[in-house]
């Protein structure tokens, strides 16, 4: 891409009581706002190669989300789940003063994106989920389990301070990302780690992320409470699926049926459910599978209804 046809982009941070939400801003300044919200372990630059590929009336604010990215962490003792999320996207569109918007949420993004929007419907109203259901339905029964887990954990790890995070050469950084997430192609892996590695002086660099993303999500709701989330979402919805992404990773049918019911749930409503060809990250691998159906639905739910009639 020529410097003539990439967008300027620009670093956005917001004030938050623990520090600041970082991110990143494109398209002009009376833009269409919309937010894009990344996947767990990822940051904002998952939305680089797709972005540019959007329509050019919008513009786009894609965070860190907290513990990610360039983003503070949270407090110690805090805990990391949807509805604090939902919270850090409330502080961050209440920063940038917009009062009605569009959300792209990617994986986790998607269910903090969907959450936002059944909790504040005025506020959203065009809602694309990329790789994600909106929401991730617990079996009641091992709702209890994980809970435990994730306290469980936070307290162990709070017995470790003074720990270092691990230190790496660039290198082995790239692999260890790549052994994570072996749907990243190696472009992707690079995008990724511009803002997911900090430098350590005289050592190398480290991952950025609060390694506290990694314990069980201790807030939990069952399938009836997501179907009763999603029916309050206002907004119009877009679900792209990818063939070899999340769902692949859920073999065993007691979760297939509760995501078959989130699915079926959005059809009911008029909203678009499609599948394309992909992995978990074919936004950011093969932008241009996902870009024209993102760019009709923003154009038809949202640019148009803009325009005099």
Known sequence: MSSIEKPAVSELSIPVLWGEIRGEVWGPDHGRPVLCLHGWADNCGTFNSLIPLLPKECRYVAVDLPGHGRSSHRPPGVFYSFPTYVADVRRVVDGLQWTKFSIVGHSMGGNVAAMFSALYPEMVDALVLLDAYGFLPADPKEVFKVMKQGMDDMIQFEKKTGERKRVYTYEKAVERLSAANPSLSEQSLHILLERG?????????????????NFKNVVRIPLEQSLEMQLRIQASVLVILADKGFGATFPESD????????????????????????????????????????????RTKVLTQLLPA
């Open 197 to 213: 590695l900090v430098q350590v002086e005289g050592a190398g660099v480290e991952f950025s992320r609060d390694l506290r993303i």
């Open 255 to 298: 979760h297939q049926k509760r995501i078959s019911a989130l699915l079926q749930g959005y059809r009911d409503r008029n909203h678009t459910v499609v599948t394309v060809t992909g992995n978990h990250h074919v936004h950011l691998n093969d932008p241009e599978v996902v870009a024209p159906l993102v760019s009709d639905f923003l």
